[in-house]
């Protein structure tokens, strides 16, 4: 990789993925933070974020499971 490849900035934003089964099928939550941010703070705190993201699926008539 050259050093330019290396320094690029992040352009676009980035999206990170969480899993769920309601009622045996999948359901996917995206958290996604602007490619400023990734820029910002650096991509390994980004993703240390996304995946420490509080999402609660609620419901009163289907089973929820969460799963990688």
Known sequence: MSDAEATKRFEGP????????????????????????????????????ANRAIVSVETKNHQVEKFR
């Open 14 to 49: 980035v999206t990170i993925e969480q899993s769920f089964k309601v009622d045996g099928r999948k359901l996917t939550v995206l958290v996604t933070f602007p490619g400023a941010v990734a820029a910002e703070v650096g991509m390994e705190a980004v993703v240390a974020l």
